[in-house]
């Protein structure tokens, strides 16, 4: 009995340090050891030239999809619209940017129409294929076209909205779907942690 004891004890103790590592309530913006963002030439729906410099000075919050998107997008929009609605007037001290995936047919005329839906402090960058795959890789965002039926095709891909301090740099996604709370939250703590 005592044995055992002793063997449910020392499994605890070293399953301790563990439950930290999973702390998801999302209380500081502690910054990541991943690299994620870097340089990009995108253009915005007025079709000016933007680059990652254009985001400096404000925290961001960044989102990789495409307006043909027939769940994910605009479901994640309608979510960043309700987080900033939430968070009032501190809302304007963020950058807030859904970057296409869809060149093709996200022109900086389709990607303002599609965002006349949601909040308008959303800003919507675009390019050329080059450009686009080029900003993909620099956040690490996955996407794939997948052909459908007729000879049309969607997009898979990434799903997260990335946090980013006034430097530019990584500091923690927001999942799919996360609650309400949980990201405004997360908005919080990164608009707090401004210089």
């Known amino acids: 009995m005592r044995r055992a004891l002793l063997i449910t004890a020392a499994a605890l103790l070293a399953a301790a340090p563990l439950a930290a590592c999973n702390r998801q309530d999302g209380a500081s913006p502690v910054r990541s050891l991943v690299k994620i963002g870097g340089p990009f030439n995108l253009i915005d729906m007025n079709g000016k030239p933007v680059t990652e410099k254009s985001l400096l000075g404000k925290p961001t919050a960044i989102f ?3 307006t043909y998107c027939p769940e994910v997008c605009p479901t994640t929009l309608t979510d960043l619209t309700v987080w900033l ?3 009032g007037p501190e809302a ?3 950058n ?3 970057v296409s995936v869809d060149p093709e047919r996200d022109t900086p005329e389709q ?9 308008p402090r959303i800003q919507g960058f675009t390019g050329t294929p080059e450009t686009v795959a080029q900003a ?7 996407y794939q076209k997948v052909p459908q039926e007729g ?6 891909h990434s799903s997260s909205v990335y946090l980013f301090d006034a430097q530019g740099q990584f500091v923690a996604p927001i ?15 990164l608009l707090a942690s401004r210089p």
């Open 64 to 66: 990789f999809g495409f």
């Open 85 to 87: 609605k939430t968070l």
């Open 92 to 94: 304007d001290k963020l």
């Open 96 to 98: 807030v940017v859904f």
């Open 111 to 119: 990607m303002r129409l599609y965002l006349s839906n949601f909040d």
């Open 136 to 142: 993909a890789k620099a956040y690490r965002v996955y």
């Open 151 to 156: 000879g049309g095709y969607t997009i898979d």
């Open 175 to 189: 999942p799919y779907q996360s609650s309400p709370d949980r990201a405004v939250h997360q908005l919080q703590a």
